[in-house]
């Protein structure tokens, strides 16, 4: 007799991670062994998403016929299960990062400074944004009219954050843009969106990594190595201190980590909750915004971790919580685990039919081309600007983030300034911050684009005049030499 135990329905769930698992561990050993991989700087979870999505779209569907071994709803429980690791790794991540205690940086940066490198970081978003909606617009009103709705116009603000964000956000937006629905309550969402902006990511990787390394090599005549380097980092990240809970007591100190995110994504779930029944109260509303705020659901955990910091701090000032429980390093080690899985997952479940229509993948590869090199441009042109003292270290660290990810970023920057001798690796960190305050109108602008073509051609037109303002008062605050 066959128990529930034993049943394969039960274990599905950690055999699918032990496939995301192997090929982390194959991405690993591929990057490490293969000289051309290992100086791209690609991230080994790319390599193993790429891995996975040309095992899974070239070797596992076409043995589908063949149901006696797997069956195309295996595989498409198993899409689901990658598309809720995506949906939910980069909530946790983000809540991760909100609970870090603030950090006493080594090297000091002005807090003026902070702001224009959140400008420079927002104006690239920008860049993309109009790119991806006036390269698509342009094809939509002229050879490619599977782009003409609201939601199609829309697909292009994707890139920005396929780009600029990865793959995480570019799967929220690309599940909302797909599951849109109008005001009347009709499916008018754009096919394919959610592939469509995983594939913008993946292809985001692989201009931070490849076209950065070109860059460096080309432009300023490093050398890409991509050895690693034991570095001093910039900040303090200790795995114990004396203020703090001991590493191992009678609750491990990993154990509390994992307990605050977990109880703070709980929080955020049920505020989510309680917005949507809200929202329901009226019809019209909640098509709109209902699926928006599923959709924005690493924003939401991102506020309740910063809230949770707060009570902390409250607490310790009263001297109800005599200890810190955050503890940086740990909550770093966490953020780095779910986002490694979150990019594998993210690049596996790109489903590879929704991208075969000839005007979907040449509208593709041509904002993803023009966006990785009027990127490296802008930054190549502004990081001479803001950054005067230390421009290749700069442009390093800013290329790779808005191509890929911070870690990207980083990888880049370690290539030119192993040491973090000059602020670059705290801009990014002061940027980033900065760049949530200066970047909400774009989320707002991408919540309202879909609505309908007008509005998508509106959202272009407020892309460009916020584009414009960025870029003078970036000009203005920094003249050239």
Known sequence: MVTNYESLATWGIIIYFGILSVLLLTGNVIRRKI?????????????????????KEALIRPLTSYSWWIDGAEIEKFNLFLNLVTYHTIAIGFIAMGLKVNEKFKIKTQR??????????????????????GITAILAFTIFPIFKTGPGLASGILLPFGFGQGPGQANNFGAVYEGFTNAQGVLTGFGGA??????IASMGFIWACI?????????HKKKVTGEETDIQVTSVQEVDSPDEIPVSESIDKLTIQITLIALVYAATLLVMFGLTKLASLNEGIYRMVGSLIWGFNFIFGMVMALLAKKLFGYLRSKNIMTRQYPNNFMLNRISGVVFDFMVVAAIVSINIQDLASPQVWITFFLVTTLAGAATMVYLHKMTKRVYKDYTLQGFAGMYGTMTGTVSTGIALLREVDPYFETPAATDLVTGTTTAIIFGFPILL???????G?????????????????????????????
Do not use: D
């Open 112 to 133: 003026a400074h902070s702001y224009y490198n959140g400008m420079l970081i927002v104006s690239s978003y920008l860049l993309q944004g109009i790119i991806g909606i």
């Open 453 to 481: 073509i007008v509005q998508s051609l509106i959202t272009l037109g407020v892309l460009i005049v916020l584009y414009v303002l960025f870029v003078f008062i970036l000009l203005k605050k920094n003249p050239k030499k």
């Open 194 to 199: 959610q592939s469509y902006g995983l594939a």
């Open 211 to 219: 076209g950065g390394v070109i860059y460096l090599n080309k432009v």
């Open 35 to 55: 000289p051309i991989l290992k100086k791209s700087l690609l991230p080994t979870s790319v390599i193993a998403g790429l891995l996975g999505l040309i095992i």
């Open 445 to 451: 602008l991408a919540s309202f684009a879909p609505n």
